[in-house]
């Protein structure tokens, strides 16, 4: 090589790149395997694959600001005799004190319930900072049961029955030991500073059979008010939606591979489970066979960012959907006004993903008391709020465009796919073709 | 005493009326009768009452009980007293898989044996077994006494944090990170204690006490399982 030609003619193996061999230098002198949070970063098909179908002269639009167009939803009334009522679709997934600050918590409960909709507790059970700004809270019940009370089945609005998460199907939570504050470790019946592993499976049921016995054990403890929902990753969706509905679900909550995780190691965020969009519409078939579908209602969460995906999502056939990860960030997470802080601890704004550390310069995933001061919940909920309000109108414009009254109205036939693998996944056609690949015939 | 016929009445209008207060004005007892194998019987129970089941339960009997004290003439299902926070809870014959599982407090006496994972993820509760436990007893256990007059099953405490395990006859074998620890005086005594209030005459002498090596407390390369014989999570 010439020296005119500087670093030109090198060439970066497409199969061992500079993330690869960093991973493997890593590996190498750790002996563990990497453990981070955020979700999965890999490219996948997703919803920008997808395209609406405005309407022209064969579909009769809706005025873009002043028409009416609903975004509402019930969740819980085929079972319970006091169902949730979201004001809009778009809920706040599980994540849990200990994974996240108490502040910021709270900020989500403030945010949602400017907003009308609900949150959704984690593992490690409630704190009165999420109850107390939450109008409407899910309780989650998880395998690991930590913190599990009575008392708070009985205050919560919604009992979501964790199976899985999409970041992780098939294993169990994990809060490492700098994050097993005082007060997480009483709220968990842990030791401070332990590493801490959730278990994977429940511990007193296996398998439908049990779980709807379970969930009858639920039901009566709460008098049958309570809206039950059944929480799964996705990965054998279609089969597992019909489980969960036998279980007798009032909801099934399916969370793609790209939805995130406080902590979880690299090669379960990156490599086990499904993206959304392949999976909504097995979640949708299950449903639609058993006469289920807008029944029991379905939500569905990974990878949500813009109303664009709201609407897509709610085409295929949810209800509607979950946001995690894009809360954190309508909270503050990764925002370039703590890049010097993401730099002195070998991130960036942007990149940080590093939530099982405990050091988040945002002061959102953390139990440091000094970095969880740094999130204000009141200005932190109005810019969830905000954000939770874009996702809307965004949604309700296409849907107008559509020619739709309400969120509820789109539809498969509104959509069309920019390439043939998502065209096959979401089940629409390739733009400009009445052909769905693989479901022809 | 009220009296309640699951013959009559449904599982639903009998736990609406326990969850009520009670309905009979004064002594709040009941007696429930007929309970033929049916779940979630007597669960979710918020206040102090006396209760008494005669005859068999399904699963989940008595689940996350607070306060209220529950004796069943007969053996129970799944999950008995599963997440119990407070009062007692005592089968007279033998349960299940899972009893106990997950409780936080109050105390779980089984006269007979317990099947798999008795005390499995315990917070708390104290459990007394007159007879013996089955496989994964006190799995994950957190806090709590798990007390087995009888014998204990494979990978006994198996992942076990805190709790504290006093088993009289044989332990086929003990699970990751659980191991054999002293007999000190304050463990007698707190066993006896427990045998008491189970009405048991064993004596304290004649167990062994088990707990956690606490080796697996923080993750290290060292603690992996690399034999594909599970994991340590």
């Keep these: ?441 | 005493m009220s009296s309640f016929s699951l013959a009559e009445g449904s599982v639903r209008e009998l736990n609406a009326s326990l969850h009520a207060g009670g309905g009979q004005v004064g002594d709040n007892e009941w007696l429930i009768t007929e309970p033929d194998g049916r779940h979630a019987l007597a669960c979710g129970l918020n206040e102090p009452m006396e209760v008494v089941i005669d005859g068999n339960a399904g699963y989940y009997c008595a689940g996350k009980n607070q306060h209220a004290n529950v004796t069943i003439n007969g053996t129970v299902g799944v999950g008995v007293a599963e997440n119990m926070m407070s009062g007692r809870v005592r089968v007279r014959g033998n349960a299940s898989q899972s009893a106990g599982a997950t409780g936080h407090g109050g105390l779980l006496i089984i006269d007979g044996d317990a099947s798999a994972r008795c005390g499995i993820s315990m917070k708390g509760i104290d459990i007394v077994v007159g007879g013996s436990v089955g496989h994964m007893s006190a799995f994950m256990g957190q806090a709590g006494r798990l007390v087995v007059c009888g014998d204990a099953g494979e990978s006994l405490g198996d992942s076990l944090y805190e709790a504290r395990l006093y088993v009289r006859g044989d332990v086929k074998s003990l699970g990751s990170d659980c191991v054999e620890k002293p007999m000190r005086d304050e463990h007698r005594a707190e066993l006896r204690e427990l045998l008491d209030q189970a009405g048991y005459d064993a004596q304290p002498d004649e167990f062994k006490r088990y707990g956690s090596a606490r080796r697996l407390y923080n993750m290290h390369v060292d603690n992996a399982r690399l034999d594909g014989g599970g994991g340590n999570e």
């Design chain 1, 1 to 441: 090589m010439s020296e005119s030609n500087g670093n030109w003619g090198l060439q970066e193996s497409a199969t061992f790149d500079r993330g690869v061999i960093s991973e493997i230098h890593r590996a190498a002198e750790t002996g563990v395997y990497d453990i981070r949070g955020f979700g999965a970063k890999r490219s996948m098909p997703h919803f920008d694959d997808l395209l609406f179908l405005g309407a022209s002269m064969s579909r009769y639009p809706l005025e873009g600001y002043r028409e009416k167009c609903d975004t509402d939803v019930v969740l819980g009334d085929l079972n319970a005799s006091r169902p949730l009522h979201l004001s809009i679709p778009v809920a706040i997934a599980g994540m849990s004190f200990g994974a996240l600050s108490a502040q910021a918590k709270e900020a989500l409960g403030r945010g949602a319930s400017v907003m009308g909709t609900s949150t959704t507790t984690g593992d490690g059970g409630m704190t009165d900072e999420e109850r107390g700004q939450s109008s409407q809270l899910v309780y989650q019940y998880l395998p690991s049961r930590y913190g599990m009370n009575p008392d708070h089945l009985r205050m919560a609005d919604a009992i979501e029955v964790v199976l899985g998460q999409g970041a992780k199907p098939g294993g169990g939570g994990m809060l490492m030991g700098q994050k097993i504050s005082e007060r997480v470790a009483e709220m968990r019946t842990l030791p401070a500073g332990v590493d801490q592993r959730s278990a994977c499976r429940h511990p007193d049921w296996t398998g439908p059979d049990d779980l709807a016995i379970k969930i009858e054990e639920l039901r009566e403890i709460t008098d049958w008010e309570k809206p039950i929902y059944i929480k799964i990753g996705a990965s054998r969706t279609y089969y597992d939606v019909k489980l969960a509905v036998k279980s007798g679900a009032d909801v099934v909550v399916l969370d793609g591979m790209q939805g995130g995780t406080a902590a979880t190691q690299e090669v379960f965020i990156e490599h086990v489970g499904i993206p959304i969009l392949a999976a909504i519409p097995q979640a949708v078939q299950a449903l639609q066979e058993m006469g289920m579908h807008r029944r029991v209602k379905l939500i569905v969460s990974g990878g949500i960012r813009s109303g664009a995906d709201v609407a897509k999502a709610m085409a295929l056939g949810a209800d509607a959907v979950g946001i995690g990860t894009a809360a954190m960030i309508a909270l503050g997470c990764n925002h370039p006004r703590w890049d010097e802080d993401y730099k002195q601890i070998g991130s960036a704004a942007g990149f940080y993903d590093d939530y099982q550390a405990g050091n988040d310069p945002a002061g959102i995933s953390t139990q440091d008391p000094e970095l969880a001061a740094r999130l204000d919940p009141e200005f932190a909920g109005r810019r969830l709020a905000n954000y939770l309000k874009v996702l809307t109108l965004e949604a309700q414009t296409i849907a107008r465009a559509c020619g739709k009254a309400h969120l509820h109205n789109l539809e498969p036939e509104d959509l069309v796919a920019l390439n043939v693998e998502a065209a096959s996944m979401a089940r629409v056609p390739l733009a400009g073709t009445s052909w769905v690949p693989g479901w022809e015939g």
